[in-house]
């Protein structure tokens, strides 16, 4: 090569090759040095990501979020006042559409906050929100919260701030989303930005509602305490603040005792917040007494027993939190339940024709009644009795929860045994046809240790061995205390929730005294639980409401789908020993005066302080029960003695009334048979009465069999009565027995059906059918 000639160099694109294949030689060693030492790593570093990739993920997510609330922000506008703000009334409806009646015009008026006691102001704070002076309109935990709820299907529970309460009453429609839970905090943070305190206070205390048809803190100050709000104390402030979580519980003029005990300790609670706040001193928080309360007055458009559906309805809503009662409170809604007019007047007509038989003494008007009637295949409320004028009596007693069951609680004992395959003392499968020893006051075996319960039956009869059937007819508590012992305690309670009883049923708690009905479910409960066994052990928990709308929009409701509380053979056994109770041998003979095929229970409670009738046809399911109470001091009055006569039973003025309107109710519709399928079994031979000691005997075999509902099952022949074993009580009782009084032990014959006069006997506290 001359001088002066350049070196050749290799051609431009074999370079930019060669440095293509050096950076995938690079990339490829080092994603094998990164698999390398993450084998090397131990199995936990492998399973779970690395710091990085949590913090991009949590950074990306946030940033997602930050990026939706402010777009959510930029777009979302404060809206006008929307229909709540508005006067309207609420329109309930049959199901055939007739009117039932409307809430009325909505009792609203607003004040300027200078016009409204500070004292109102402090509880509300204390109530509702303590950091309502110092947010900017939302509570981020509150929103988590409320969103989580939303999503998992709870509703929209809490954590609201008074000024999200207020944009939803006065704002914002109540649709029940996420979407517009929202815009709820969105619009908050612009009003919270746009308003004083003091005007968002106004707003709010001026658009609460309070109950009462009282909306806004003037009505509310008058319908409770017949003052100015201006004049509210500080008692009366702290109990309408407490209002305002639940209006219709916490009246305690209406309320049950456990819902008086439950407003006085909310009352407690705003009050010991206040004095937290340091808007009362010790000495003042100290000296505060409950206040005393005007009664309610008629609130227009639901005299009569109107207002008493339109209160099942409205509960079915809120419970359900398909409302909450400031959205439904409003106004402006079109609610048809599920009430049929038939059937609703023809229960009206039965308690006042019944009722017109009782003695014209002068505690008998003190005598007050609740019914509800279900259909067993829906699930829907075709009827209820609350009281004979809501106007004047404004408090629903067809769906109190203060009346013990007593016997018609029994069916659940023997759905508990059935449904477990449960055996006696002595290892024998209970049936109906298992015998048991009947005697009064024989201590049941089996309990927990250190429980002991020897139970009265009706009278102190004593029956001997007799049949689980049989001892159903006559209500005979030794028997079925002993079953449920012998079921599990444990197992009747769940019983009675699988066939629809509320879980929080008072005084249901798993005791020996649950077996003969301590529990106090209302009468709509015991409808919606005995349709389950009418239903083949279907469970379709009793709903009032078909269609909602407001504006024109429909809105969605909750679907009620059929859920297998028993197998159908449990659920035919406890049918077919139910009608039993309806025939001329059982305490329920009265309702053999409808001519239908029809089961149920008698009960009469301790101290005769309640007696009821709960009982169905295939088409219908419904419960009927009558008490006693001083309308002034609210305390319970012996049946008896406000009847004038020795004790009212179960199977006389509750039995006529529901023979009174099932007829009515079931006029013109076709007479249908139960089709129950239960086992029968294949040998005859008798049981050993459960609890004693005698030898067992072989235990029988079934096959399942389609019984006849035409004709009454017949009543088992006693075999040979043995000895039984008395077991000696301990003086242990966690469960205290009813006190009883011991009279002869006599037999009374049953009444003569064709008899007006109700059945009456001896003078007892016992449990009894």
Known sequence: MSKGESEPTAPAGADWREQVRNARRTRTRARNIRKAARHAMPWWRRVFPTWRMVLSTLLTMVLLIVAAFVALYVTVPVPGPNAAAVSQSNIYYYADGTEIGRTGPVNRASLPLSEISVNVQHAVVAAEDRTFYSNQGVDAQGILRAAWNTVTGKGLQGGSTITQQY????????????????????????????????????????????????????????????VRASQLTVGQSAYLAALLKAPSVYDVSTATPAHRAAAVARWNYVLDAMADLGYLS???????????????????????????LIDIARRYLIDHDILDEAMLGAGGWQITTTFVKKNQDALGAAVTKVLRQLPDTRK?????????????????????????????????????????????????????????????????????????????????TGLPARLHYCPPNEDDVDYGPISLRTAMMKSVNAVYAQVGADAGLADVRRAAIAAGLPADTPDMGATPALTLGVATPSPLDMAGAYATFDNHGKRILPWSVQTLTRN????????????????????????SVLKGVVSANGTGYLATALGRPAAGKTGTTDSNLSAWFVGYTPQLSTSVAMFAENPTTHTRIPLGEAAGIRRVNGGSYPTRIWTTYMAAA??????????????????????????????????????????STSTPPPSPTAPATPTPTTVTPSTITPTTPPTITPVPTTTTPPPDPTSTAPPVSGNSTDDTG
């Open 167 to 226: 944009v939803r009453s006065y704002y914002l429609d109540p649709e029940q989303t996420l979407e517009r839970k929202l815009k709820e905090a969105v619009i908050a943070i612009k009003v919270s930005q746009t308003q004083s305190k003091d005007a968002i206070m106004a707003g709010y205390l001026n658009t609460s509602y309070f109950g009462r048809n009282a909306y806004g803190i003037k009505a509310a100050a008058q319908a409770y305490f017949g």
């Open 552 to 575: 024109n929009k429909t809105y969605e409701l909750p679907r009620h789908r059929a859920v297998q509380a028993f197998s159908r053979a449990t659920a035919d056994q406890v049918t």
């Open 666 to 707: 079931l006029k013109g519709r076709p007479v249908q048979d139960f089709h129950l399928i239960v086992p029968t079994p294949a040998t005859h031979a008798p049981r050993t009465p459960a609890g004693t000691h005698a030898s067992p005997t072989p235990a029988q075999t079934t096959a399942p069999t389609h019984e």
């Open 364 to 444: 008998a008007r003190y005598i007050r009644l609740g019914a509800a009637s279900v259909d067993p295949s829906t699930g829907k409320i075709v009827a209820a009795y609350g009281g004979p004028d809501y106007a004047a009596r404004p408090y629903n007693d067809a769906t109190r929860h203060d009346l013990q069951a007593g016997s018609t609680f029994k069916p659940f004992d023997l759905a508990a045994a059935l449904q477990h395959g449960a055996t006696t003392q002595d290892h024998h499968a209970i049936t109906p046809r298992t015998r048991y020893d009947g005697t009064s006051r024989r201590c049941v």
């Open 282 to 308: 010790s000495r003042e928080r100290a000296t505060t007494v409950f206040p005393a309360l005007r009664p309610p007055s008629p609130t227009p458009g639901v005299g009569g027993q109107a207002g008493y």
